[in-house]
T-cell receptor
Framework: GAVVSQHPSWVICKSGTSVKIECRSL??????MFWYRQFPKQSLMLMAT?????????EQGVEKDKFLINHASLTLSTLTVTSAHPEDSSFYIC?????????????FGPGTRLTVL | DQQVKQNSPSLSVQEGRISILNCDYT??????FLWYKKYPAEGPTFLIS?????DKNEDGRFTVFLNKSAKHLSLHIVPSQPGDSAVYFC?????????????FGKGTHLIIQP
């Protein structure tokens, strides 16, 4: 399968600061990337869908001004958690799909563990 | 409201036996279902999928069954192997709504005992 990487794999930050998480498709062009969040013992929750070159579509209840998503190239999407607070501490996972791929060809990154102090 | 439910947080199965993981859904718009396997500190990896026009899909040791009338699907792994120990997520998507973001269940931790 295709490879999706995330950086950093874990990050600890102070409350009020901003954190940027990168998601890269290493061997294919990702026209669509998804951002998920997983709290302990909970399911992965879709936060937003981003298509290359256009604005992200956010799921209900996800603040677009707090979780800034940029998908400026076919291999890179970034999620910036602005003014992070302890309740934003979670496991953030991205996934990516390329053009013309089947619906099951959505490849996940390894995730980023964010801890806000 | 949890649209995809995996009611068993964990399941323990003896090596060589069949593992059956269950998943229920409530959204009748879902038309595509997937199973993912996840190890700690890694992203989910795709296992097998099924379209709502089918009731069974098989790939090696893995078979997924779909019962649309009951809004229920199950993943069968036979024979179970130690490497199958992981968390298994059931996921679903609805066509026509965009780019197929997935709705996940909470996962079932499968433990294969030697």
């Amino acid at each position: 399968g295709a490879v999706v990487s995330q950086h950093p794999s874990w990050v600890i930050c102070k409350s009020g600061t901003s954190v940027k998480i990168e998601c890269r498709s290493l061997d294919f062009q990702a026209t669509t990337m998804f951002w998920y969040r997983q709290f302990p013992k909970q399911s992965l929750m879709l936060m937003a869908t981003s298509n290359e070159g256009s604005k992200a579509t956010y799921e209900q209840g996800v603040e677009k001004d707090k979780f800034l998503i940029n998908h400026a190239s076919l291999t890179l999407s970034t999620l910036t958690v602005t003014s992070a607070h302890p309740e934003d501490s979670s496991f953030y996972i991205c996934s990516a799909r390329g053009p013309g791929l089947a619906r099951d060809e959505q490849f996940f990154g390894p995730g980023t563990r964010l801890t806000v102090l | 409201d949890q649209q995809v439910k995996q009611n068993s947080p964990s399941l323990s199965v003896q090596e060589g036996r069949i593992s059956i993981l269950n998943c229920d859904y409530t959204n009748s718009m879902f038309d595509y279902f997937l199973w993912y396997k996840k190890y700690p500190a890694e992203g989910p990896t795709f296992l097998i999928s099924i379209s709502s026009i089918k009731d069974k899909n098989e790939d090696g040791r893995f078979t997924v069954f779909l019962n649309k009338s009951a809004k229920h699907l199950s993943l069968h792994i036979v024979p179970s192997q130690p490497g199958d120990s992981a968390v298994y997520f059931c996921a679903a998507s609805a066509a026509g709504g965009g780019a197929d973001g997935l709705t996940f269940g909470k996962g079932t931790h499968l433990i294969i005992q030697p």
